[in-house]
Structures are given as C-alpha cells and as structure tokens.
C-alpha cells in the first residue's frame, strides 16, 4: 500500500528581522528548530503545509526570510494565509513558492481556502472562496482530499480563542460533506493540538512553530508548551494517519506573562 508524507507547520508569526522576538521566542529560530527535527525524525523530504500566519505583522521581509530559509532547505511548500498575513505579499516575496489553491500529492489533493478577514482576528469564509471551494471540489471528485484553512470552524473550550472561530462555518459544512471524498479538515490559529471532528467531518489542528496557547483558558494566556508540528500520513486507500511531535531540545522560553501577541 502505497502512502505520501505531509507535515504541517503553523503560526510561523516570523517578524521583520532575524532578531524579532515573539513573546520571548525567536519565532526564526524555533521554525528552524522544528525543521531540524522533521529532518530527524525522517521527514526532512516532506512536503510542508503552512497553514497561516506565516508572519506575525504583515512585512515583506518576513516573507523574504522565510522564502530565502525553504529555499536553502530545498522544501516543497503548500501555503494559505492567516489573519496575521497580507496574502498580496506573500504572492509577492515568497517568490520561489507559487500559491496553489489545489495540489495533487500522491492518489490525494490538498484544498487550501483563505478564512481571514481584514481587521479582524475573527474567521469568515465569503462567497469567492466558497465558489472556489465548489469548483475545486467538482475537479478532484473521487480523490481523497485534506482540506486546509487558517481558522478553527469549532469551539475548543478556550474561550477567548473560540470568538475568533469561523463565523458562517454552515454553507462551508454543508458543502465539504456533500462531497464523500473530504477525509481531514486541518486548520491552524488556535496555536494547540487538537484531534476530533466537525460533526462528521475529521478536524486536526496543530501547536504553534513557536509560542502555543494555554488550553481551556477564559483568557489570552501562553503556555509553557515547546513549539511543534503534526504530521499526515496519507494512505492512497484514503485513510490517513497523524500525530503531533514538540521539540524537547528548544532553549529558548516564553513570557507567560505576556498579554498578547
Ligand atoms: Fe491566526
């Protein structure tokens, strides 16, 4: 049985710098961290998914030094934005990666959407990108298909990070679940991992390439968690297998104290 590798990679928030902190973290540094450890742990030849917030402030030099670090490391890339992201500057500094909206990965394909919405950290998905959505459903009919976007469609009782969840998810579940082919929806944002379901559908999301949230929180808290990635497994049976991993070598500590970010 034939199988292809992803690993997701999330919340980058890289700043205009190499020196750029984020809450205490060097949010360069961590990302290179986990790089180092997908490259351990036998999956440096892996596709990565970057599910958003790419930057953490919207600059095209954060751009440029991601693109510069995937292009020294010979990546194949997927990404969508974040609300943290301006996605006219990421076409344009993330010059060696092209965005695709579908990519075909083994007996699989990828879906990416854009949930974010200027001015606001709240998820909502407009008519284009279900239109969009609809097309490329209709294309890749009897393929497997990982579905990705920036933001959570479902609370995770954390309360202050669930007013942020997509705002109009309806139209968008009606839609993925009346194609049978939809296996995993996998978001990012909320900075934690979680492995469950939007009703029926399979929802993943991962912990933060640098700071994570504090789970079950009323309020805006940072957690001791090290930075992280998850990892997919896709079956060309359409089955899928995943896990999440964290480095435990990082050095560096976030402020928990901080209250934003
Ligand atoms: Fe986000």
Known sequence: MSH??????????????VDSL??????????ISVLEAIDLGGRGDNLLLLSGDLSGECSPQSYKILN????????????????????????????????????????????????AQLGTP??????????????????VKGRPVLFSMHHCPIALDCPWLDK???????KLYQL??????????????????YDGFWG???LFTAPSSCIQFKRYSQQFAISNQKPGYRWFSLESTGLLSTGVEFLTDFNQSPDTASEGY
């Open 164 to 170: 942020q969840k997509i705002n109009n998810p309806e």
């Open 122 to 139: 709240v998820g909502h998905i407009n008519d284009n990108e279900l239109m969009l959505l609809s097309e490329l459903l209709d294309q």
């Open 4 to 17: 292809m590798d992803i690993v997701q990679i999330t919340d980058l928030h890289f700043g205009a710098s």
């Open 68 to 115: 510069q670090i995937l292009k020294e490391q010979k990546k194949d890339v997927i990404w969508l934005p974040g609300n943290h992201d301006d996605v006219e500057l990421m076409a344009n500094h993330l010059v060696d990666f092209p965005r695709q909206r579908v990519n075909d990965v083994g007996d699989w394909s990828i879906i990416t959407l854009d949930s």
């Open 22 to 31: 984020l809450a205490g973290i060097n949010p360069v540094d961590s990302f």
């Open 176 to 193: 993925l679940t009346s194609f049978d082919n939809v296996k995993a929806v996998v978001t990012g944002h909320v900075h934690q991992q």
């Open 200 to 202: 029926q559908l399979p």
